[in-house]
């Protein structure tokens, strides 16, 4: 596993690097949240196979696994138990707090302080362990909540040994300059693909993420986990990635993929499926060597 690397491809990437207490972990995750059943909400239609997902990603050297209490309402976290605890010592699963999910299943903000303290406690207790990792706070535009506040209980329930490092999800530019501000980033987890670089306007008008975003990180040393990035890249009418994939007789997803591990080495791809078969797709594009004249055609 993971024996091809080139300087812009590495094989790995450091989490918190400059902290105590760094991380690394093999630079191809699994983002967990297509393990829930319709509307990212209850279980899945095919629970065996969900689980045989997440052990064959342990037993393919996978040792970043993407979730949050409130995919399924707690699904995931629940499947991830199942099939692989007790875990593997370098195994580092991420979560998410600062949303929750109504029985209608729509996605509402749950990020006042004692939201996130109630989050985080659920999500040490359905896990099964003692302290959370890495979590990512989830920004809810539109929430009546300011955003330091937020960040503010997450760095106290750091102080508290609760949470070993803090990233953020979902930020503009703006807040992830304010976050870095308040204290230490491990990591930034927002919308990014190839055909999603751009500033994301959203329903309020706000900028969330993009090349800016990126570019901060990279300035900084701190990994981008880009999320929906073969969602917002593939069928989108952009003819350059089935290009290449006709060249190296690969799938559009597969190119993809490729293109994110070689974009930049800060970049931790999480592709998330419910189909083994799709999954074990993903995981050959760690293979696919792109070349200079592939990078600046697919920009």
């Known amino acids: 596993m993971f024996e091809i690397e080139t300087m812009q491809n590495p094989k790995t990437i450091t989490l918190a690097a400059s902290s105590p207490n760094p991380i690394t972990v093999n630079r191809f995750g699994y983002g967990t949240m297509?393990?829930?059943?319709?509307?990212?909400?209850g279980e899945p239609a095919n629970r065996p196979e969900a689980l045989e997902i997440v052990k064959t990603a342990i037993d393919k050297g996978v040792n970043f696994l993407d979730t949050a209490d409130y995919y399924g309402d707690d699904v995931t976290n629940r499947i991830i138990v199942e099939a692989i605890h007790p875990y593997n010592k370098d195994l580092v699963i991420c979560t998410k707090v600062g949303a929750t999910r109504k029985p209608d299943k729509s996605w509402i903000p749950f990020n006042s302080p004692e939201n996130l303290r109630t989050a985080i406690d659920r999500n040490i207790s359905t896990l099964k362990i003692d302290q959370v990792?890495?979590?990512?706070?989830?920004?809810?535009?539109?929430?009546?909540?300011?955003?330091?506040e937020s960040m503010m209980a997450m760095f106290e329930m750091q102080k508290e040994g609760k949470i070993l490092h803090i990233g953020v999800s979902n930020v503009t530019l703006e807040e992830l300059e304010i976050a870095l501000e308040m204290g230490p980033i491990a990591t930034v987890e927002n919308m990014y693909g190839h055909g999603q670089r751009t500033t994301l306007k959203n329903a309020y008008g706000e900028n969330r993420g993009g090349e800016e975003v990126l570019a901060l990180c990279e300035k900084l040393g701190i990994p981008l986990i880009p999320y929906w990035s073969l969602y917002n890249s593939l069928n989108k009418g952009e003819n350059k990635i089935k290009v290449i994939a006709e060249k190296y007789q690969a799938t559009e997803a597969q190119i993809h993929l490729a293109w994110l591990l070689h974009r930049s080495p800060w970049i931790l791809p999480i592709p998330g499926t419910s189909k083994l078969e799709h999954f074990h797709q993903n995981l050959k594009a760690r293979d696919i060597i792109l070349t200079e004249e592939d990078m600046e055609y697919l920009g």
Do not use: A, D, Q, W
Request: proline share 12%; no cysteine.
């Open 34 to 41: 297509r393990l829930t059943g319709e509307g990212i909400y």
């Open 133 to 148: 990792s890495l979590v990512h706070f989830r920004v809810m535009p539109g929430s009546p909540i300011p955003f330091k």
